[in-house]
């Protein structure tokens, strides 16, 4: 690449090199000038008020690569499912949106291997993140103003053999078998406060409760019960309470009966370490402790939405949510505006 | 070619152990192999067509030696003493080369691909299991001039030194003012002699423990 450096008062007739940016705090900042805009007389007291006094002329090689053109290259490989990005980059940046409701997911690995090439960089949201169709969702661009051509094909390859790196997907609608466990509740002693927050948190996700079923602290019966749910086309099942240490604790002997597979126990988030995941056939089952009755926001809100977008959630996903997995209990709850559960 | 599991399990044993280096030199052959379009490397149709130079004498490198087939004595396997952990696969029919380095940043990046995994060794074992061609590996196409004395087949020439009378095969000597020189007299070699004795001596003093 050749770089001629030129005085903005010899400018006129020349094409910029790149955009220019002008920032006016508090009120504007953005591209003054678009790469390719021809200077003119009028321009160049414009580009002087915004400290241009030279301008660069480039003369590529073959194997150079203007930044606007890399970050077109990045972007489309960075982009897995139901992620697009706005045509057209500005100021050598390109930004990458939603195409759909739902959970963004990063490969985070591939991620890291991408930014490891020089000179070019993604910066994303946190894997896990609920987004809404046209949320920025990350952007990406060439570091240099122009850069040899190789590397940013080995970052755009390094994303391809991931097939992408950004995802988007979307929330199936699910047909909730809840199940609240408890003598007290069963008998009628206390008013269940369940159900109204697992239908609340599901109707958040944009599913329902299909299926409502009570019983009392007996393993056949919770059995039953989970039988009678996936009878009625229950496909994810929320069986609540009776997932501590206590003798009357049954839960997770119910859900084993009923033929529940791939049981783990304990997840390493506060609150929320005695979830139960488990599958019967297709079907995610979740033993929710009662924690999710005090508490805002457990684990549970943060594994609902990664089983709705078709995660298998299992040991190793619980024990990598402990990175990040201990709510501070403010006293003003902003998650999802927090660091809980986006450490891993 | 079998599949990359066999392979392993084969190399390690071969190798004497499983460690992060065999899943490099094994993947390291396997696309090595594709890249230069041999699919059975070690079949008779194909042993005679492929020449590797490996560039570091690692775990790597006999990996790389058992997926491929090639061996020193062979004259198939070249070893390149640079220390980088590379080797480059030549197709000897039409000449198309690639080397292939082992990256840097594989190293760094075991963590995030494992993090579950506990321990260096095991974590990199895994996380370069993980992680594609792309993030494992660089490739540059390159061109080798292969002298016609490195070519595997049988010695084309054998000339005296002139200094220790040493025989030199495969043009390997260097010319001296009097004549060819074994590497050795012409430019000192790896060894510094001491003394010349017979085979039956030298069993003796070391039988007595000298």
Same mark, same amino acid.
């Given at each position: 690449m050749k770089i001629k450096v030129i005085p903005v008062h010899e400018a006129v007739g020349t094409e910029l090199a790149h955009d220019i940016t002008e920032i006016r705090p508090g009120e504007f900042k953005g591209a003054a000038f678009r790469?390719?805009?021809?200077?003119?007389?009028?321009?160049?007291?414009?580009?002087?008020?915004?400290?241009?006094?030279?301008?660069?002329?480039?003369e590529l090689d073959e194997d150079d690569i203007h930044e606007d053109e890399a970050a077109a290259v990045l972007a489309t490989a960075l982009a897995g499912e139901n992620v697009v990005w706005d045509e057209g980059p500005r100021e050598g940046k390109i930004k990458l949106r939603a195409a759909v409701d739902?959970?963004?997911?990063?490969n985070v690995p591939a991620l890291a291997a991408f930014n490891m090439v020089e000179e070019v960089m993604c910066a994303t949201l946190h894997t896990g993140t609920l987004v809404q169709k046209g949320d920025l969702v990350a952007a990406t661009r060439a570091i240099p103003l122009?850069?040899?051509?190789?590397?940013?094909?080995?970052?755009?390859?390094?994303?391809?053999?991931?097939g992408g790196i950004l995802s988007v997907r979307a929330l199936r609608r699910a047909k909730a078998g809840v199940i609240i466990t408890g003598n007290e509740v069963y008998h009628g002693l206390i008013q269940?406060?369940?159900a109204p927050i697992l239908a609340q948190k599901l109707e958040a996700l944009g599913s329902a409760i299909h299926v409502l079923r009570y019983a009392p602290d007996n393993a056949d019966a919770i059995r039953d019960a989970v039988d009678e749910a996936l009878r009625q086309g229950a496909d994810l099942l929320l069986v609540t309470g009776g997932m501590s240490v206590d003798p009357d604790d049954v839960t997770r002997a119910g859900i084993a009966a009923a033929g529940a597979q791939a049981i783990h126990y304990g997840s390493a988030v506060l609150p929320g370490a005695?979830?139960?995941?488990?599958?019967?056939?297709?079907?995610?089952?979740?033993?929710?402790?009662?924690?999710?009755?005090?508490?805002?926001?457990?684990?549970l809100d943060l594994i609902l939405p990664r089983i709705l977008a078709g995660d298998e959630i299992g040991k190793t996903q619980l024990a990598l949510m402990g990175h990040g997995g201990l709510c501070r209990d403010c006293p003003q709850c902003a998650y999802p505006h927090c660091p809980f559960g986006k450490g891993c | 070619m079998k599949d990359f599991e066999t392979?392993?399990?084969?190399?390690?044993?071969?190798?004497?152990?499983?460690?992060?280096g065999q899943v490099i030199g094994v993947r390291m052959a396997m696309l090595g192999c594709r890249l230069i379009g041999l699919n059975d490397p070690r079949s008779p149709s194909q042993i005679k067509k492929l020449l590797v130079y490996v560039e570091m004498d690692r775990c790597a490198a006999d990996a790389v030696a058992h997926v491929t087939g090639v061996k020193l004595g062979r004259r198939s396997l070249k070893?390149?003493?640079?220390?980088?952990?590379?080797?480059?696969?030549?197709?000897?029919?039409?000449?198309?080369?690639?080397?292939?380095?082992s990256t840097e940043e594989s190293r760094d990046l075991a963590a995030v691909y494992a993090p579950e995994v506990v321990g260096k060794s095991a974590q990199q074992l895994e996380a370069y299991r993980r992680m594609p061609d792309e993030v494992l590996f $660089?490739?540059?196409? %390159? +061109?080798?001039?292969?002298? &016609?004395?490195?070519?595997?087949?049988?010695?084309?020439?054998?000339?005296?030194?002139? $200094?220790?009378?040493? %025989? +030199?095969?495969?043009?390997? &000597?260097v010319d001296g003012p009097q004549g060819p020189l074994c590497i050795p007299c012409a430019k000192g070699g790896y060894f510094r002699p001491l003394r010349e004795l017979s085979v039956g001596a030298a069993l003796q003093e070391a039988a007595g423990g000298l």
């Open positions: 790469r390719g805009h021809q200077v003119c007389d009028q321009d160049i007291c414009h580009l002087q008020k915004l400290g241009k006094n030279h301008l660069y002329v480039l739902g959970l963004f997911s990063v122009v850069m040899k051509r190789a590397p940013v094909e080995r970052a755009a390859a390094i994303a391809r053999a991931h269940d406060r369940f005695m979830i139960l995941t488990a599958r019967i056939g297709a079907v995610p089952v979740l033993g929710v402790p009662a924690c999710a009755l005090h508490h805002k926001v457990t684990v | 392979l392993l399990a084969e190399s390690a044993e071969a190798h004497g152990h499983l460690c992060p070893f390149m003493d640079y220390g980088i952990m590379a080797a480059s696969f030549v197709h000897l029919e039409n000449g198309r080369a690639f080397r292939i380095l $660089r490739v540059q196409e %390159v +061109v080798v001039p292969v002298r &016609e004395w490195d070519l595997p087949g049988p010695t084309r020439r054998k000339v005296a030194c002139v $200094r220790c009378g040493q %025989v +030199v095969r495969d043009g390997k &000597e």
